[in-house]
């Protein structure tokens, strides 16, 4: 006999760990029963979680997936061609180690991501997870020093508020104190950190409060060169730290105090990269290159999990030709072929579109969508860039509350910290992006 909703969510509960929960006091999920294009099949029962949401018809309610699962489904779900590039892929076989071996899937995408990247990058090193290609990075950099002769060289310059994964790597690199991750203080490694820079896009170069940051973080750089690798930031928008924009001159100070102190910029474009804020890679709107890139997310359009650790000839060969002989890393499904297959045909149908028309479409909707909650009470800061809109609140966010009151609306989304957000799949229509903003912004009225 086929069990019900609630005998499925109390097995999950007594079971599961989900990202950011308890086991003793868990907080609430809902049971996906399908995905199609941009919107979420979940069940409504007796459970009581989904009831009373637009769309409820025969157990289950049917919502737009304002989150594109994280911020990876950029074409939706159940997409034909990528649906079929993993099919043909099965077909010919699903995984090979890559020590050793090769396959022509892994090459077709490592030459796709070299050509659509900032030109210096040459090199790719597949990856499991977004996480992985931070500490791939890191490595990279402390390799490269040590090649250099620079042993001393072991530290990364950051910037506050930023969020570069969960491992140890990545957590020592988020931010210390309004992380996620302060309970680890005294485990990770500790970085240097510099002053988040002033918030704002178009903030201008000649701007006081810019001045200051670069100063800041330049004087910062001056005395801890000798012990610092590399630096790494997310380009032009923050995203777990707080979907946080900044200026884009930001970066070329960065990229101007890499350049003088014989630093390595590793630049984490994991949410940003492949058009979210408007340019392929956000680090075009500076104008400026790293030295080595992380990708993820978006890269296989939802489907597998992958990311990528990008780099320079310099540094490919400086690293090859160090002590270690190598770069050291080596995950066992590193370059899986599915994986490569469904990135490449994401890419593919990502390029054959005019995804920065749609991109910017999208940005004036939720523009327009969101722009009541500005004066709304209880309401800080409305924000959006490329296809992320924020509606930032003045404390924290009533998650369950919140999130019920979108979804009544017939949307979902995932509200942190004081953030109710949306980043939602560029295959949106004009009426679904509008549904995302009527929603949210009712559901902030509603809730306060």
């Given at each position: ?388 809109g924020v509606v930032q609140l003045g404390g924290p966010v009533d998650m369950k509350r919140m999130t019920e009151a979108v979804l009544r609306r017939g949307v979902w989304v995932r509200p942190f910290r004081d953030l109710v957000y949306t980043m939602p799949p560029y295959i ?21």
């Amino acid at each position: 006999m086929a069990e019900s909703v609630s005998e499925w969510l109390q097995r999950d509960s007594e079971r599961l760990w989900h990202p950011y929960s308890s086991l003793s006091e868990p907080s609430p999920v809902r049971l996906v029963r399908g995905a199609d294009g941009v919107r979420l099949r979940l069940s409504s029962g007796p459970s009581g979680e989904s009831g009373d949401v637009a769309g409820d018809v025969g157990g289950t309610v049917e919502v737009i997936d304002a989150m594109a699962s994280w911020w990876c489904m950029i074409h939706g779900y159940r997409h034909p061609v990528l649906d079929a590039a993993v099919k043909s892929q099965v077909d010919d076989f699903s995984h090979v180690m890559f020590g050793g071996l090769t396959h022509e899937p892994a090459i077709r995408l490592a030459d796709r991501l070299v050509e659509i990247t900032p030109e210096p990058l040459r090199h790719v090193f597949f990856c499991d997870s977004g996480s992985v290609s931070v500490e791939v990075a890191i490595k990279l950099a402390l390799q490269y020093q040590v090649a250099r002769g620079n042993s001393g060289r072991t530290r990364m310059l950051t910037v506050r508020g930023g969020y570069h994964g969960d491992t140890f790597a990545p957590m020592s690199v988020c931010d210390p104190v309004n992380g996620m991750h302060s309970l680890f203080t005294g485990a990770l490694k500790e970085q240097v950190f510099g002053p988040q820079p002033p918030a704002g896009f178009d903030r201008p170069d000649d701007d006081p409060e810019f001045l200051a940051w670069a100063a800041a973080v330049s004087d910062i750089a001056e005395r801890n060169a000798d012990g610092i690798a590399g630096i790494i930031v997310e380009p032009i928008l923050q995203g777990a730290g707080g979907m946080y924009p900044y200026s884009p001159a930001c970066l070329r100070v960065l990229r101007e105090l890499a350049d003088r102190h014989g630093f390595l910029l590793i630049l984490d474009e994991i949410a940003t990269g492949f058009g979210r804020t408007g340019t392929m890679f956000a680090s075009e709107h500076a104008g400026i290159d790293p030295d080595i890139l992380c990708i993820g997310k978006a890269l296989t359009g939802g489907y597998l999990s992958m990311a990528a650790t990008l780099c320079t000839t310099d540094v490919a060969h400086t690293v090859s030709n160090g002590p270690g002989g190598a770069l050291m890393h080596g995950p066992t499904f590193m370059a899986n072929p599915l994986a490569c297959s469904v990135a490449l045909a994401s890419i593919d149908l990502l390029l054959s579109q005019d995804w920065a028309g749609r991109v910017a479409q999208i940005s004036a909707g939720l523009s327009a969508g969101l722009a009541p909650a500005a004066s709304m009470p209880g309401v800080k800061d409305v924000r959006v860039i490329g296809a992320v809109g924020v509606v930032q609140l003045g404390g924290p966010v009533d998650m369950k509350r919140m999130t019920e009151a979108v979804l009544r609306r017939g949307v979902w989304v995932r509200p942190f910290r004081d953030l109710v957000y949306t980043m939602p799949p560029y295959i949106c229509t004009d009426e679904e992006i509008a549904t995302i903003g009527a929603a949210i912004t009712g559901a902030v009225q509603e809730v306060g």
